[in-house]
């Protein structure tokens, strides 16, 4: 990731990197990953299952052995296609593609994304992209969200739509019935989004300076000992309070609580 010229980063990164630059540090520059629990494992399968399955679809290949095998699978898949009003349209004039991928440039940076379902009509463009996990509360995380900002900032910019013809709509398909969270993108959000993005690159550029040459730590944010969701693990961490395990488990679950 940061041996070539150009550094990827995905909206991942970026969620991680605005909360706990410190914890970026730990997960993308030294490596300091534990494996994921079982259960944590089983749901990513699952996860990727889905994903596949839905691809598969796009591209009209067969999805039976996956359905029959899994009917917890069958059963979300069949009731997110009957939900989904864009999963039945059958229209040769609309362009459309699974796993559709975007890239553009800021300096050093090649921000990538990689749409679940891209929908180009003549009017609007609709991201879509399938969770399955409980769905948050409050709209405002997944509004605040970098997978959110940095995927409709992609597309406005690699693009002909303006900001206001772009949607995003999550869909929470583990749930028994599927629930959806429309977005929508105006021009005002897209400058903000663009002027935060520069913000947080900078940032990011002096601190992998720093790191590469003086050996420096990537810093803790100001407000981090009492908004940042890592700061007490980090700290238990280094004092050996906490196993890897545990440190994991804690992590993976702010992770899905923030988004």
Known sequence: ????????????????????PPKFQQVYLDGLTSLPEPEQQESMQWGSRFHLLMQQRELTLPIDSLLTTDPELDLAFKALVQANRDLQEQNSDIWREAEHC???????????????LLIAKIDRAIILDWKTYRQPRDSKNLVNNWQTRLYLYVLAETSEYAPEQIQMVYWFVKSGK?????????EQQHQQTEQDLADLLNELKTWLSDYRQLGSKLPHRANCEQKCPYHQFLLANE?????????????????????
Request: hydrophobic share 35%.
């Open 102 to 116: 975007r890239t553009i440039t800021s300096g050093s940076f090649l921000l990538t994304v990689i749409y679940d």
């Open 178 to 186: 599927p629930q959806s969270v429309t977005l929508d993108y105006s």
């Open 239 to 259: 004092t050996n309070e906490y196993s890897h395990q545990e440190l994991s488990k804690s992590i993976k679950e702010i992770e899905e609580i923030s988004i």
């Open 1 to 20: 990731m940061f041996e070539k010229d150009l550094i990827r980063l995905s909206q991942s990164h970026l969620n991680l990197l605005s909360i706990c």
